[in-house]
């Protein structure tokens, strides 16, 4: 009989390229990781490691056994989330990956729901950028993920993810209040702060510059939209901005409409064996109506 927690490793190692990153992401050393790896090589008869300078490789054989793991994970997490289902009650630890601006807006109003209607049920909330989160998730290092979409740029999908809307919101130009600027045109001589490159963000502002007729001084690069606003409020720098960021806060800066009002898209992914799982449930339940609350 094969040892489930050793193929799952072996599933790992697929997916995250490294000994050292499976030992990281399991909190095992790599040694471990290794010795445990050799061990199911000898369990199976065959070669399933090949070392490529300082990588390591799977073979054909060990790529049949990571596709027959994944499905036996997912049967497993179905069969927990389905006996998850026979309570009444929602408990346990369902850990969240976010990203900032839905951190802010939307979860101190879920996570104050959560607490009320479901006490017995733990949320632990990771920020992260979309992204990877979707990855992460699809891992199994978090349980569901807030994320979003930009106009023109599809989110990363992954086959055991569903993707449930939450909210939209519309994107801005944003400038400081004695700024001269009233359109993207305007601000081709303009400082601008973006996020750092990769995140699907920073790719949709790119964009919406060049096709305005420019390239964007980009000269101040973070992912801190707090920060991004304390640029703009001082005259320092542009950005295009969520209307998301102003929840709950004053807008301290002039905001114009974009051409084609483009609005970005806020979703949540969860693995399509735990769906229907009570954490999960209440999770979206309080999201959902933490949106709607914010919407009306």
Do not use: K
């Given at each position: 009989m094969l040892d489930v927690r050793r193929l799952r490793l072996l599933r790992e190692l697929a997916i995250r390229g490294t000994l050292a990153e499976v030992a990281s992401a399991l909190n095992q050393s790599p040694s471990s990781v290794s010795q445990q790896l050799a061990q199911l090589e000898r369990e199976v008869g065959v070669e399933l490691l090949r070392k490529v300078g300082r990588r390591v490789h799977l073979t054909p054989q060990a790529e049949l056994l990571v596709e027959h793991t994944t499905a036996v994970l997912e049967r497993l997490e179905l069969a927990e989330s389905e006996l998850a289902q026979s309570f009444t009650t929602a408990t346990g630890v369902v850990r969240l990956a976010v990203f900032q601006s839905a951190a802010l807006a939307l979860m101190p109003r879920a996570l104050?729901?959560?607490?009320?209607?479901?006490?017995?049920?733990?949320?632990?909330?990771?920020?992260?950028?979309?992204?990877?989160?979707?990855?992460?998730?699809?891992?199994?290092?978090?349980?569901?993920?807030?994320?979003?979409?930009?106009?023109?740029?599809?989110?990363?999908?992954?086959?055991?993810?569903?993707?449930?809307?939450?909210?939209?919101?519309?994107?801005?130009?944003?400038?400081?209040?004695?700024?001269a600027i009233r359109s993207i045109a305007d601000a081709a001589s303009s400082a601008w702060v973006m996020e750092p490159r990769g995140a699907a963000s920073r790719h949709w502002a790119e964009q919406a510059c060049r096709q305005a007729g420019f390239?964007?001084?980009?000269?101040?690069?973070?992912?801190?939209?707090?920060?991004?606003?304390?640029?703009?409020?001082?005259?320092?720098?542009?950005?295009?901005?969520?209307?998301?960021?102003?929840?709950?806060?004053s807008r301290s800066v002039t905001l114009l409409p974009l051409d084609g009002d483009p609005h970005r898209t806020i979703f949540t992914s969860a693995r399509q064996a735990t769906v229907r799982s009570p954490g999960i449930v209440a999770v979206r339940d309080a999201l959902t109506r933490t949106a709607e609350s914010l919407a009306g």
């Open positions: 104050t729901l959560l607490a009320r209607e479901h006490p017995q049920l733990r949320v632990e909330m990771t920020q992260r950028e979309p992204e990877t989160a979707l990855t992460e998730t699809w891992a199994r290092d978090f349980d569901l993920v807030i994320a979003e979409q930009y106009p023109g740029h599809a989110a990363p999908r992954h086959p055991e993810l569903d993707r449930v809307r939450l909210t939209g919101d519309a994107i801005s130009l944003a400038v400081a209040p004695s700024s390239e964007p001084d980009v000269r101040f690069e973070t992912a801190d939209l707090q920060a991004q606003i304390r640029l703009i409020e001082s005259g320092n720098a542009v950005a295009l901005l969520p209307d998301l960021v102003w929840t709950e806060r």
